[in-house]
């Protein structure tokens, strides 16, 4: 293993262990970089030690009592948490105690803005900087740096405890947990961020194997089946070239959903059999669609919202025919979640172009376009509607703009 994959590794062990050890984000987050900057000045001279996270630790722990020990304000927190970190032995083994698990629940803790938990679960748990957060999230530095600022302080004011909730109240609790590490992903997947992508994979799987709960399975498994098509995705599922998908990372996200699902229902184990049937389909017309509609049917009870009832009626659609689908989008043309909501105007786009409504379904696409919120995504419906203008003979002009395709 080399250097960085041993911070990469380590990083997030070695910060979760100071923030339970000092209970001050900030002050972990600045040791944890002292003892890297210390290893990479000892390391390529003396070699990577044999356990690495045991002489980052001990290297952290003292930096951080030589600040508190220089800092008045910190003097009194010192003497409370009776920290005889010059004295302690290093942790036995060959890595860190892993309480990680904790560091999740803080970074999604309810308390926390829903912008703000995957945001401070890339800085805390994944190691990016603050600009790469801010490039993930495609905001401003300055924008991202607030926000991170605004989530620490609020951990630090509200007093959030760094700690696994306890058995009852995880139901509670542990669904901020995933929905942050799946907005990671989406914003990997709209922005054709393969590295963000593959790192809430990443970070699905350490939490996976800290709490092998069936959400967190299903979780893990909807990732790995959607990311399986990433070298496909340029184009719509049904002209997708399927030699492109990633085979063995859908048998590995299949055997998940399977194992997902066993003992009960829930949205992610449900979403994950979606898209395993997607994914071992031979083709698109050979899909399970009636399946497909009827595990929508049950997650639609589990999540009743606009985004899964607009994934339903593109089911339906092509299960009873574009007229079906079109009629359910128009009921759902009031939706408050669905009036920016890009993908909602691509698919009323494509099943009016299917219906042979082509002036409708190019405004549409327009619209689409104006809302969506990557290049890539315009890119996407740029070439949609041009291909709907060039098949009526009309004009080939596309407005600036933005989409994400859904498959």
Same mark, same amino acid.
């Given at each position: 293993?080399?250097?960085?994959?041993?911070?990469?590794?380590?990083?997030?062990?070695?910060?979760?262990?100071?923030?339970?050890?000092?209970?001050?984000?900030?002050?972990?987050?600045?040791?944890?970089?002292?003892?890297?900057?210390?290893?990479?000045?000892?390391?390529?001279?003396?070699?990577?030690?044999?356990?690495?996270?045991?002489?980052?630790?001990?290297?952290?722990?003292?930096?951080?009592?030589?600040?508190?020990?220089?800092?008045?304000?910190?003097?009194?927190?010192?003497?409370?948490?009776?920290?005889?970190?010059?004295?302690?032995?290093?942790?036995?083994?060959?890595?860190?105690?892993?309480?990680?698990?904790?560091?999740?629940?803080?970074?999604?803790?309810?308390?926390?803005?829903?912008?703000?938990?995957?945001?401070?679960?890339?800085?805390?748990?994944?190691?990016?900087?603050?600009?790469?957060?801010?490039?993930?999230?495609?905001?401003?530095?300055?924008?991202?740096?607030?926000?991170?600022?605004?989530?620490?302080?609020?951990?630090?004011?509200?007093?959030?405890?760094?700690?696994?909730?306890?058995?009852?109240?995880?139901?509670?609790?542990?669904?901020?947990?995933?929905?942050?590490?799946?907005?990671?992903?989406?914003?990997?997947?709209?922005?054709?961020?393969?590295?963000?992508?593959?790192?809430?994979?990443?970070?699905?799987?350490?939490?996976?194997?800290?709490?092998?709960?069936?959400?967190?399975?299903?979780?893990?498994?909807? /990732?790995?089946?959607? +990311?399986?098509? %990433?070298? #496909? =995705? @340029?184009? *719509? &599922?049904?002209?997708?070239? $399927? !030699?492109?998908?990633?085979?063995?990372?859908?048998?590995?996200?299949?055997?998940?959903?399977?194992?997902?699902?066993?003992?009960?229902?829930?949205?992610?184990?449900?979403?994950?059999?979606?898209?395993?049937?997607?994914?071992?389909?031979?083709?698109?017309?050979?899909?399970?669609?009636?399946?497909?509609?009827?595990?929508?049917?049950?997650?639609?009870?589990?999540?009743?919202?606009?985004?899964?009832?607009?994934?339903?009626?593109?089911?339906?659609?092509?299960?009873?025919?574009?007229?079906?689908?079109?009629?359910?989008?128009?009921?759902?043309?009031?939706?408050?979640? /669905?009036?920016?909501? +890009?993908?909602? %105007?691509? #698919? =009323? @786009?494509? *099943? &009016?172009?299917?219906?042979? $409504? !082509?002036?409708?379904?190019?405004?549409?696409?327009?619209?689409?376009?104006?809302?969506?919120?990557?290049?890539?995504?315009?890119?996407?419906?740029?070439?949609?509607?041009?291909?709907?203008?060039?098949?009526?003979?009309?004009?080939?002009?596309?407005?600036?703009?933005?989409?994400?395709?859904?498959?």
């Amino acid at each position: 293993m080399n250097v960085e994959q041993v911070f990469r590794e380590e990083r997030g062990r070695l910060l979760a262990t100071l923030v339970k050890r000092f209970g001050d984000l900030d002050l972990a987050e600045e040791v944890t970089s002292d003892a890297i900057e210390a290893a990479l000045r000892h390391w390529p001279v003396d070699g990577v030690p044999a356990r690495p996270g045991a002489w980052l630790l001990t290297t952290a722990r003292r930096k951080a009592v030589d600040r508190l020990r220089r800092d008045r304000v910190h003097a009194a927190r010192l003497a409370l948490l009776q920290v005889e970190v010059d004295r302690a032995d290093p942790p036995a083994g060959d890595a860190l105690p892993d309480e990680r698990l904790e560091l999740f629940f803080t970074c999604a803790h309810p308390a926390l803005p829903a912008e703000d938990r995957g945001a401070l679960t890339l800085r805390c748990l994944a190691g990016f900087t603050t600009p790469e957060v801010a490039r993930a999230y495609l905001v401003p530095v300055a924008t991202m740096q607030q926000r991170i600022v605004r989530a620490k302080k609020k951990i630090s004011q509200a007093r959030i405890p760094f700690r696994v909730p306890d058995p009852h109240e995880l139901p509670e609790r542990l669904p901020g947990v995933l929905q942050a590490i799946y907005s990671i992903f989406t914003e990997g997947y709209a922005a054709q961020r393969t590295d963000l992508a593959e790192e809430a994979i990443r970070l699905a799987r350490i939490l996976r194997g800290l709490l092998p709960d069936r959400e967190v399975t299903g979780l893990l498994a909807v /990732l790995l089946l959607v +990311h399986a098509r %990433r070298d #496909a =995705r @340029a184009e *719509l &599922l049904e002209d997708q070239d $399927r !030699s492109l998908w990633d085979r063995d990372m859908i048998a590995e996200g299949s055997a998940l959903a399977e194992e997902a699902l066993t003992g009960g229902y829930g949205p992610y184990g449900v979403q994950a059999a979606i898209n395993a049937l997607h994914d071992e389909a031979p083709d698109f017309a050979d899909t399970d669609w009636p399946q497909i509609v009827a595990l929508y049917d049950v997650l639609l009870k589990l999540v009743p919202s606009p985004v899964v009832a607009l994934n339903r009626a593109a089911a339906i659609a092509v299960r009873d025919g574009a007229a079906a689908g079109l009629a359910l989008l128009d009921q759902l043309a009031d939706e408050p979640k /669905l009036r920016d909501y +890009h993908p909602y %105007r691509a #698919a =009323r @786009a494509d *099943l &009016l172009h299917r219906l042979g $409504r !082509s002036a409708e379904a190019a405004q549409a696409y327009r619209e689409a376009i104006t809302l969506a919120g990557t290049p890539s995504e315009q890119d996407f419906l740029r070439r949609r509607l041009a291909a709907v203008e060039l098949s009526t003979g009309g004009d080939n002009v596309v407005g600036n703009s933005n989409t994400r395709s859904k498959n």
